[in-house]
């Protein structure tokens, strides 16, 4: 593909970076990039020294059945001193059979602190018999992002097992895709997280390029032959029921559980005792709400949040993006939007899906995957591009209406190579409002919430760099990998450790006191960081 460079001939002049003062809808502005300028990466002996923690790190963060009382506790949520760690299956497992198993792993003294427990036959619809809260047995070794997390989690996995796959960590991969295979036949779905309050959840659809990109390192086509009906599940599970937005032929997030989120609650309390719902609701007490209805959310006569808060709530984090202000306050108003971010993510699926099916010469089925790819393109084409703004928006199905919060996840029809050259060009035009000196912000809004400025993470900078990278904008990709990856190895060489998340715009680590919602701690690890710096710098190399 033609080199392409960004001429950002939508901006009359170069605005001075002004860092406002926070507040729910201050804006960062950006001065637009110059396209020429080159950012150095860091020397390759540092950056040596970089993958040298990473691959140490991968170590660290695996859990198995050998070291299962690693796995066991659980930050998140409140045990009696003493007492044995519940460790739940499914009813569909065979409990006998995993308890041998694991005995053989562990000594007398380890098992005896192991509560083995069944679920019930429909753990959703009895989740009040499910008590206390505990790990939800996995049959192979994964890795957790770090700190807090505790557990192998849904869309960190994915990027996480592209950085086993870069590291040539092919095994520990495979066994990852395995057991994400596993909590869809044995759990219902590709979970949050396998505790058991996640249970009612998912996150961001990645299986699918999971097994495909195991695939291509292992060319096991009976293997892919068994995983290809569990793709089907996983995918009825965003396309029908809850999971429609309206009737886009589009999906949105939603979370399946009612009432407050169990961790939220137990794990997620300020210096003061007040847990994130008491904030919200005191920021309801305070503020006008203009982005939605606030009514739906909060009864102001009673100062409590609405049932139809906490199923927001809930549908916020399978989002993955909790907290921000995409979506109004709190993202709430996430349960009447279907997401760019989302729909791209069930385009790549199907198109992956596609492919896999060619790849086991069942031309039908690959043809019938790739028409409800097709068929996405087209409505998110008439329902979210927006030409004026250069750019894909979320659709309200609720109002008819594009939301025009400036998010990163417009990056997304280009990773997924869903947008047409015309579509990416103008995007890719816009993206200096993202930029800053760390790489790609979350948004242009400071609202309080991690998941907006000045902050930014390493799944988003890994889908801008490749995005722009699939449509020849080589230059900005390489400028936007230095960055985040000079970035990352700053704060490295001053704390010796990798994090969950930056402030990009004073290029620092130290972003607990811009975090008013949700958990304020920057979470050492970690996970998906380590796995897109390593994917960043291959693509540099390239």
């Given amino acids: 593909m033609i080199p392409r460079v960004l001429h950002w001939r939508r901006l ?52 198995s059945h050998e070291d299962l009382l690693k796995a066991l506790p659980d930050d998140k949520v409140d045990r009696e001193p003493g007492t044995p760690w519940p460790l739940y299956v499914a009813a569909s497992e065979d409990t006998a ?15 005896a602190q192991v509560d083995l427990k069944v679920l019930p036959e429909t753990p959703r619809e009895h989740m009040d018999q499910v008590e206390p809260h505990g790990l939800l047995y996995l049959p192979h070794p994964y890795v957790v992002p770090g700190g807090r997390f505790n557990e192998m989690y849904g ?68 293997w892919l032959a068994d995983a290809v009906p569990v793709l089907t599940t996983y995918y009825e599970y965003w396309t029908t029921g809850p999971h429609r937005a ?26 003061e005792g007040q847990s994130h719902y008491d904030r919200i609701r005191a920021y309801y007490r305070t503020n006008d709400v203009t982005a939605y209805d606030e009514s739906l959310f909060y009864d102001a006569a009673a100062d409590s949040l609405t049932a139809l808060f906490y199923k927001a709530d809930r549908s916020m984090r399978e989002s993955g993006f909790d907290p921000s202000n995409r979506f109004g306050p709190f993202n709430v108003g996430i349960v009447h939007h279907a997401p760019v ?37 087209r409505r998110m084409d008439e329902l979210m591009w927006n030409a004026e703004a250069g750019r894909y928006r979320d659709y309200n199905f609720r109002t008819d209406t594009q939301n025009d919060y400036h998010f990163a996840t417009m990056m997304a029809p ?12 103008a995007t890719a035009e816009t993206l200096w409002r993202l930029e800053a000196p760390g790489g790609v912000l979350t948004s242009t809004r400071r609202t309080g919430n991690q998941w907006d400025a000045p902050f930014g993470w390493a799944p988003l900078q890994m889908m801008a760099v490749e995005g722009l990278r699939r449509y020849g904008y080589g230059a900005a990709a390489d400028r936007l990998s230095a960055k985040f990856v000079g970035l990352v190895h700053k704060e490295f060489q001053e704390h010796g450790v990798i994090l969950e998340k930056y402030d990009l715009v004073q290029r620092e680590s130290d972003v607990s006191a811009g975090i008013q919602y949700g958990y304020s701690e920057n979470v050492i690890g970690f996970g998906w960081t380590n796995a897109v710096v390593l994917r960043l710098l291959q693509g540099v190399k390239r």
């Fill in 12 to 63: 009359a002049v170069v605005l001075l970076l002004v860092v406002l003062v926070a507040g729910p809808r201050s804006v960062v502005a950006q001065p637009a990039p110059d396209p020429t300028t080159q950012v150095a990466l860091p020397a390759p002996d540092q950056l040596d020294t970089l993958r040298a923690y990473i691959d140490r790190t991968w170590g660290t963060l695996t859990r």
């Fill in 97 to 111: 059979a995993v308890g041998q198993r694991l005995r053989r792993s562990l000594t007398a003294e380890e098992w």
């Fill in 155 to 222: 869309w960190d996995s994915y990027f996480i097992s592209v950085g086993l796959l870069e590291a040539g960590r092919v095994e520990l991969a495979k066994h990852m895709t395995d057991n994400h295979l596993y909590q869809v036949r044995h759990y219902g779905t590709v979970l949050n997280a396998n505790r058991t309050y996640y249970l009612t959840r998912s996150q961001p659809p990645f299986l699918a390029t999971m097994v495909r990109n195991v695939f291509a390192a292992t060319r096991d086509t009976s």
């Fill in 246 to 271: 309206g009737d886009t032929g589009l999906s949105r997030y939603y979370g399946l559980g009612d009432g407050p989120a169990p961790e939220v609650v137990m794990g997620e309390r300020d210096a």
């Fill in 341 to 377: 971010g989302l729909n791209s993510f069930l385009y790549r699926y199907e198109r992956d899906v596609a492919a896999l099916m060619h790849a086991l010469g069942r031309s039908d089925a690959a043809k019938t995957w790739t028409r409800r790819a097709e068929q996405r393109k």
């Fill in 414 to 425: 280009l990773w997924v190579g869903l947008a047409a050259d015309s579509q990416a060009a």
